[in-house]
């Protein structure tokens, strides 16, 4: 490995920016190689960072088996998520994969034993681990300050699918693989596990709120085949009852997220729109007076996501990033709510 990870780029769509500028405010990494199909894109991405024509690729596999690339950030549509990280495993270079790892479990499963068997260094992009509140709730709920958990109230909630937007592969099943649960879902998913534990069997409500969207630069339109918004009921290990709420038609909301976890000790809340922070109600003094408090969060629990992933490369990463174990389960999961809406019943989590 030289000084410096070279890392390329694969898929240049809007998560490519959080990956980029984590690579670029790294001293561990540097950004030597970019792909993408669509060329005016390229062009435009490589100018701007200033990549080399040659190292600008339109075939993924080109660039990853580059002698000059020693790792790569995955930031394609889902469903080019298993093919582009199955070449980074044949190929034995590290790759952190954005979420969901793939359109179904079989995929998932297929990919991460492959990945075993090559010993490949990996990380899924589940980006809210990287909160600092995130993991001062995790920290607290393991060291027992909340006591037994008996509750867990999670909401992600976004407002940009508006009916006026264009059809895009987010409304696709074949290019997305589902709606607002795969992209939002898998988050409060990943929060879940993260924070409190193992979802263990769940219930859901899905639907449709615009069934048909124009096609861009069309008068014509495509038929909406994934979900805008998903509820859910789900048991979690030590008979914890969660209730979860996911929709991209929850008008004013940005980028919201909301956990809320209530033990016999004590309680937390999450809060994500602009800033990430961390309430609690813990002891009896908070409860009687039903006052939750917001806190600072200690600089220990700051770490940056790319940072992680060359942490991980070189072999000194803290151990809480997602894996491929982690990016399965939770495709399961996703497999699982889906199944349940279409069936009506409680369906277990393998």
Known sequence: MKAKIRMGVVGLGGISNVHIQGILRSVDAELVAICDTNAQLLQATGDKYGIPAQRRFSEF????????????????????????????????????????????????????????????????????????????ARSLVQEGQLGRIYHVYGQYLQSWAKPDVPMSWRFSKAMSGSGALGDLGSHVIDLTRFIVGDIKRVTGNAGILVGARRNPGSDTQSTVDVDDYVHFLATIESDISGVFSISRFAYGRGNYQRLEIYGDKGALVYSLEADDSLEVCIGSVYEQSHQFVEVPIPARFHQDQMQSFFDLVRGVDDGLNATLDDGVFNQKALDAIEESFECGKWIEID
Request: aromatic share 10%.
């Open 61 to 136: 596999a080109e660039l990853i088996g580059a002698d000059f690339v020693d790792a790569v950030s995955i930031c394609t549509p889902n469903m080019l998520h298993f093919p582009i990280a199955m070449e980074a495993v044949r190929q034995k270079k590290p790759f952190c994969l954005e979420k969901p790892i793939a359109l179904n479990a079989k995929e998932a499963e297929q990919l991460r034993d492959a990945c075993r068997t090559a010993n490949v260094p990996n990380m899924i992009g589940f980006s809210y681990r990287y909160k600092p509140a995130v993991r001062y």
